[in-house]
């Protein structure tokens, strides 16, 4: 969740919502301030100084650089076992839709 703006993620339940079925694990999001300590929020990273490390998001292209901040911080256990050009990923996921390959 990173994006042009500075704030790009923001949450905000109704006093009377259930939040026992929310989570939200290994996510880059980028906002100024963020409250992590809910439950529903862990392994959580936010507005990285050197950006996500994208190839070309202005363009669409999400794939990650070399040296992206995304590349293995992520769950293997919540990642699916495919990336979204379906290449496999690794014992080590990396955050986000695709998968960094050497």
Excluded: K
Excluded at 54 to 77: K, Y
């Amino acid at each position: 969740m990173y994006g042009n703006a500075f704030e790009e993620f923001l949450v905000e339940f109704d006093e009377n919502q259930e939040t026992s079925d929310i989570l939200f694990s290994h996510c880059l999001v980028r906002i100024d301030e963020m409250d992590i300590s809910p439950s529903y929020f862990q392994n959580m990273f936010n507005n990285v100084n050197s950006g996500p490390g994208f190839i070309a998001p202005s363009d669409g292209d999400f794939h990650l650089t070399e040296n992206s901040f995304c590349r293995d911080r992520g769950d293997a256990g919540l990642i699916l076992g495919t990336d979204l050009d379906g290449l496999p990923r690794d014992s080590e996921p990396d955050l986000g839709c695709y998968e960094y390959l050497d």
